[in-house]
């Protein structure tokens, strides 16, 4: 049997970031073949995610990333069970690195797949942190957005994630872009505009603020005018570009970004949230 010394397990503890014990275990285990004993600590850890595949994982941390000339970006989190985890150093660091890796990808297939460090995938990464953790984590969303300037924005306590996308490179976009990204953070709307939300639910708008007519008294022949008022304050309320904008209540976020150009406008965006 090899000698396991303090230095070996101490090297396969930041490797890995498993336990002290656990690593002279698995250095033991493996009679001192470093690369063999971290797989015997990624095995670990495949056991312990499939004895937690059917818990919760709604705590994480939610991150957004964009790239150097700021024309991707991209929005994930990082989900674990506990919130005692979520805000270790350790868990937000990951979420962060992952995040980066998650740039150079186009799907979250292609994301669990990209390579984390040496050969070792994303998705064997998480695999192993489950083992090293003892909680059940995951990718819980990927979000990526192109245009010719995307902004991001990152809520306190890493619960609330977005990415927004302007129509132009121009002088204040990074301003504006993590403005109306903070806009989306705090008002979550449902879509980019009016043609953004689905039939179904203009419909069913439609049909309440018909019934609430009804009860009020107001006439059938008057009902389809007046339901129509209603769904534009809907889409005002619950549009992005139409929502009022929450730093000047006197101006929409449409006319917001107009401010630093008149053609520049909102092309997209993506919010991810906890819970």
Same mark, same amino acid.
């Given at each position: 049997?090899?000698?396991?010394?303090?230095?070996?397990?101490?090297?396969?503890?930041?490797?890995? +970031?498993?336990?002290?014990?656990?690593?002279?275990?698995?250095?033991?285990?493996?009679? +001192?073949?470093?690369?063999? =004993?971290?797989?015997?600590?990624?095995?670990? +850890?495949?056991?312990?995610?499939?004895?937690?595949?059917?818990?919760?994982?709604?705590? +994480?941390?939610?991150? %957004?990333?964009?790239?150097?000339? %700021?024309?991707?970006?991209?929005?994930?989190?990082?989900?674990?069970?506990?919130?005692?985890?979520?805000?270790?150093?350790?868990?937000?660091?990951?979420?962060?690195?992952?995040?980066?890796?998650?740039?150079?990808?186009?799907?979250?297939?292609?994301?669990?797949?990209?390579?984390?460090?040496?050969?070792?995938?994303?998705?064997?990464?998480?695999?192993?942190?489950?083992?090293?953790?003892?909680?059940?984590?995951?990718?819980?969303?990927?979000?990526?957005?192109?245009?010719?300037?995307?902004?991001?924005?990152?809520?306190?306590?890493?619960?609330?994630?977005?990415?927004?996308?302007?129509?132009?490179?121009?002088?204040? =976009?990074?301003?504006?872009?993590?403005?109306?990204?903070?806009?989306?953070?705090?008002?979550?709307?449902?879509?980019?505009?009016?043609?953004?939300?689905?039939?179904?639910?203009?419909?069913?708008?439609?049909?309440?603020?018909?019934?609430?007519?009804?009860?009020?008294?107001?006439?059938?022949?008057?009902?389809?005018?007046?339901?129509?008022?209603?769904?534009?304050?809907?889409?005002?309320?619950?549009?992005?570009? $139409?929502?009022?904008?929450?730093?000047? $209540?006197?101006?929409?976020?449409?006319?917001?970004?107009?401010?630093?150009?008149?053609?520049?406008?909102?092309?997209?965006?993506?919010?991810? %949230?906890?819970?």
């Amino acid at each position: 049997m090899a000698k396991i010394t303090a230095a070996e397990v101490n090297k396969l503890r930041k490797a890995t +970031g498993a336990g002290m014990m656990d690593c002279k275990k698995a250095l033991v285990e493996s009679d +001192g073949d470093f690369d063999k =004993a971290i797989e015997i600590l990624r095995k670990k +850890g495949q056991k312990v995610a499939a004895k937690r595949a059917d818990r919760e994982s709604s705590e +994480g941390a939610v991150i %957004a990333k964009v790239n150097n000339n %700021a024309t991707k970006g991209v929005v994930i989190s990082l989900n674990c069970e506990t919130d005692f985890v979520a805000k270790n150093e350790d868990f937000v660091n990951l979420a962060h690195k992952l995040a980066e890796i998650a740039l150079n990808s186009n799907s979250m297939e292609e994301f669990l797949a990209a390579d984390f460090d040496q050969g070792l995938s994303v998705q064997d990464k998480l695999i192993e942190q489950t083992g090293v953790i003892g909680e059940k984590i995951e990718i819980g969303a990927f979000k990526t957005l192109e245009a010719p300037f995307v902004g991001s924005y990152i809520h306190a306590g890493n619960k609330i994630a977005v990415i927004t996308g302007l129509s132009a490179n121009v002088d204040g =976009a990074a301003v504006v872009a993590k403005d109306v990204a903070m806009q989306a953070a705090a008002m979550n709307p449902i879509a980019l505009d009016e043609t953004g939300i689905d039939q179904a639910i203009i419909d069913k708008e439609i049909e309440i603020a018909k019934d609430q007519l009804r009860q009020e008294g107001k006439p059938e022949a008057m009902l389809d005018n007046i339901a129509k008022g209603k769904l534009k304050r809907f889409f005002k309320d619950n549009t992005l570009v $139409n929502q009022m904008f929450i730093k000047d $209540n006197k101006k929409s976020v449409s006319d917001y970004v107009k401010s630093i150009g008149d053609d520049v406008k909102v092309v997209g965006f993506e919010r991810v %949230a906890l819970g």
